[in-house]
């Protein structure tokens, strides 16, 4: 009967949950503080899961650094360790042969490689080690596939750096690298709490990626675990995880299509004066806007590719940043191969040097807008006073070294006041300054020139957020002094172990001055030749330079985080009193000829340029560099020029130097036209960079080839 059934069924229910109730009785009272001792032996382990780093990109928003996809395949290092030895060691084995099936032997995984990846301490336990990267899709199907063979393996996808446009303004954006035990130490003592590193992480090394790390670097997210005495896992505790953040979006001052000119240019500007002895090529171009000192472009040669650091420098890699080939060893056996082909006199070129800031180059005729004003403001010259230039000046009497200077190739010039000095680079105008600069040092001051030029930022960091920069050097009696009882103390024999002889050599006098007038014996870096002419081009406001023109959120353009105040950027006002316009007058005929009465020192090189759509001005300048010590012969001359514009519907400063390339007028005035020419006609605009950055070198060079030179400065 339905009665009896149901009776049957309550009496099994209560017979069930009586046992279950007594069950629950038992765990809880008799055995409640077992489990409870149990518990508290668990312990937390928190992992943090790393975050994708923020994007770079240029004012217009074109992304030159960005974050793509990797397949990365790893190991669960726990689960690995409870693999018998001979197991492990297979395991190892099989995936060392199946991750280099098909590579090159530069590119193979070894299992000594995966092994030192496992006893590595900076990686946890609790994700799995990363052992190789960039799988193909069709790897990451094999390891699925086959997973019954590849136990503890895991393929995981993660973001790594991409660079779209390969080496394309490199030494701006730097590149990313896993921690050093010294940045780890140092980071460990305060790590952010709110962006902590692990020894894993990958951090800015060089470059707006290093300068910008903070806003670059994302969240890390986290997952927390609780694990027992051993170490195993015994559950995550999902209510305390977090997702990673993604860093900030950093957009720089530069324009990629100025930047790619400026690096096209100056490439096909080397190949033409390096034709048949390749390694020399070296040198930097830099433009700015001058009414912000922002930077629009900044180059620098030889480069490299930033995306052949991401994970770490192999030795062939870091032996081709240094300027040697690629096949040999790295270490202490490489730095006596430098040392060694410095001493044959072969070139060594290292390319992660940023020579726009840290490249330290005597400026020559570049330098006599510091001259000029130096005069100005000291009340020696006026814009009207007026030299005879014969073509040489003497500075003592006989055949004495430096007794006699001359002007390039023994031009005369006759009756010269500060404009035409610029024009036609007089050097015996100049020649005079640094002479009276020294003769009156009672009256002046002994150091009255070197503080002047200092005004204009020669001498001092121009304060570029960039890491790295140089400040280049303003001689001094006192530094010149000093320089020669360091060089005594270091080698007394090359002064006859005597060192009044050293005093003597490193006594000041008016030659010094004569050749640091023009441009000689001192030394700047091309962004301060950059940032002083933009002073004068602006009215004479000088500038701290930047690269950055704002930081917003993640993937979101008008979220801004940070945008640089240009008004608290100014260093200093400077003077250039009633000679402004002369000096803008002499560096106009320079490279125009129109209404000029002698002929400017680049006008070949600037023939058919449109100045009615971009008035520009410049300087050439030719730099000595003395004899090579070990053939005894003159080095070739470094090629110096700064363009402006005056006026127009834009502002530019653009600057060139490149190394043992000739007068001013026949290799960096060249590269400065290729670029502003592009920003003058409007070809600029409708310009696309190839796929990937790559340029052609050989192909600009040609289409440059009717851009006249200069061969005298």
Known sequence: RSSDLLGLLAVATLSLFG????????????????????????????????????RILDRNGVPLVDNRESIVVGIAKQDFEELSDGKQDALVDRLAQALSFGKPVPEQITAEDIRKKLDDPRFTKFRPIPIAEDLTPEEEIYFAEQAD???TVSVEHTTVREYPYGSLAAHVLGYVGPLNDDQWQELSKDNDSKKPYVQTDEIGRAGVEAQYESYLRGTPGQRVYEVDRTGTIVRELEKERVE???????????????????????????????????????????????????????????????SELVGGIPCPVWRDLQGLPREGPCGDD???????????????????????????????????????????????????????????????EGDG????????????????????????????????????????????????????????????????????ELKGQIPTPASELELALALYRADPGAYDNDEAVARDQGRWNTGFSADIAIGQKLVVTPLQSANA????????????PTVIEKI??????????????????????????????????????????????????????????????????????????????TTNRERPDTSVFVGFTLGGPSSWVATATLEYSGSGGSAAAPAVRMVLQSIADGSLDAFTIPTGGSIDAESAAADAADIGTSTTD
């Open 244 to 306: 990673p953040k993604p860093g900030d979006d950093v957009y720089l001052s530069l324009d990629v299509k100025v930047q790619y000119k400026a690096e096209e240019a100056l490439q096909a500007q080397l190949l033409q004066r390096f034709q048949g002895r390749p390694g020399h090529e070296a040198g930097a171009l830099v433009v700015l806007d001058p009414t912000t000192s922002q930077v629009r472009a900044m180059a620098s040669y030889p480069t490299y590719d930033p």
């Open 334 to 396: 490489m730095t006596a191969e430098i040392a060694q082909r410095k001493a044959d006199g072969d070139p060594v070129t290292p390319k992660l040097l940023n020579r726009a800031i840290r490249g330290e180059y005597f400026p020559a005729s570049t330098f006599k807008l510091a001259s000029g004003y130096a005069a100005i403001k000291a009340g020696i010259r006026t814009p009207e006073t007026t030299i005879q230039d014969p073509g040489y000046e003497r500075l003592c």
């Open 552 to 629: 917003t959120g993640y993937r979101s353009a008008t979220a801004i985080h940070y945008r640089p105040d240009l008004d608290e950027r100014v260093i200093r006002q400077i003077d250039f009193k009633d000679a402004r316009d002369d000096f803008l007058h002499g560096f106009q005929g320079v490279v125009d000829p129109t209404g000029q009465i002698d002929r400017g020192t680049a006008v070949t090189t600037f023939t058919g340029f449109p100045f009615d759509r971009m008035p520009l001005a410049g300087k050439t300048g030719t730099a000595q560099n003395g004899k090579d010590p």
């Open 149 to 151: 063979r590849y136990p």
């Open 401 to 468: 070294k430096g007794c006699l200077k001359r002007n390039a190739e023994d031009a005369v010039h006759g009756s010269v006041a500060l404009a035409k000095a610029l024009t036609v680079s007089s050097d015996v105008y100049f020649y005079k300054v640094g002479r009276q600069f020294w003769e009156q040092r009672e009256q002046l001051g002994e150091t009255a020139f070197q503080d002047a030029v200092k005004d204009l930022g020669y001498g001092e960091l121009t304060g570029i957020d960039l890491p790295g």
């Open 533 to 544: 002419y933009a002073a004068l081009s602006n009215g004479g406001t000088l500038r701290q």
């Open 19 to 54: 046992a279950l109730f007594a069950r629950l009785w038992f765990l809880q009272i008799v055995e409640g503080d077992s489990f409870e001792a149990q518990a508290a032996t668990n312990n937390r382990e928190v992992v943090i899961t790393p975050a994708p780093r923020g």
